[in-house]
Each structure stands twice: as structure tokens, then as C-alpha cells.
């Protein structure tokens, strides 16, 4: 599991960066009903380099270990919506966090050869 996951780092990391960058931008285009076109521009911005940066990802691991860290974008919502916006994390969002984050764990250590 180990030497699994060694292999996948790279690849992992690069899945967390672009989880990262397409919370964001969708966070931005919530913000940018209020706050503007400017706003919903660096939205697409964030998004589309969380994109380019999951296919860069691909190219240093396995696709079946790689695609299941993009549910890492669950649990940054829920952070960012409860930071950013204010909005109540209740216990099930918290049970559903842990859940997706011990997947995510299981999975990263990717396939027993």
C-alpha cells in the first residue's frame, strides 16, 4: 500500500491542487452574483487551472487511484461554504466528511500488485 502510494504521489498532490483551484472558482461564481462579472471571471480562471492541472495529474499515476481525490471537492466545499459564507456544517455533513476523507485514504494507497 505504500509503495502504491509512492508512486501515485506525485499524481496525488496534483489531484489535491486541482480540487483546490475548482472550489475555489466555484466558490467565486457563487460570490459573483453579488459581487460581479470581475468576480465570475476569476471564477473560470481558478476553475480552468484546476482543470489543467488534473491533467497534468494524470500523467504521474493511476487513473483509479488518481479520479476518486477529486471527491476531496465535498469536503473543501463544506470548509469554504462555512468559512467564506457563514453557512452550518451539521453533524451529518461532518459524518459525510469523514467518510469521503477515509475513502480518499483507502484509495490512495492504490492497488496491492
Do not use: D
Not at 506525485?10 to 472550489?23: A, N, T
Not at 465570475?40 to 492541472?53: D, I, K, M, N, P
Amino acid at each position: 500500500m505504500i509503495e502504491s502510494f509512492r508512486k501515485n504521489r506525485k499524481g496525488i498532490l496534483l489531484m489535491i491542487v486541482s480540487s483546490i483551484c475548482v472550489c475555489v472558482g466555484q466558490l467565486l461564481w457563487k460570490l459573483s452574483a453579488e459581487q460581479g462579472i470581475l468576480v465570475l471571471f476569476f471564477g473560470f480562471c481558478f476553475y480552468g487551472v484546476g482543470a489543467l492541472v488534473m491533467i497534468v495529474a494524470y500523467r504521474y499515476g493511476e487513473l483509479s487511484v488518481l479520479q476518486p481525490m477529486l471527491s476531496l471537492n465535498y469536503v473543501l466545499s463544506i470548509i469554504l461554504a462555512a468559512v467564506v459564507l457563514q453557512e452550518t456544517i451539521t453533524i451529518l455533513k461532518c459524518l459525510g466528511v469523514l467518510i469521503i476523507i477515509a475513502g480518499v485514504i483507502l484509495i490512495a494507497g492504490g492497488t496491492e500488485e
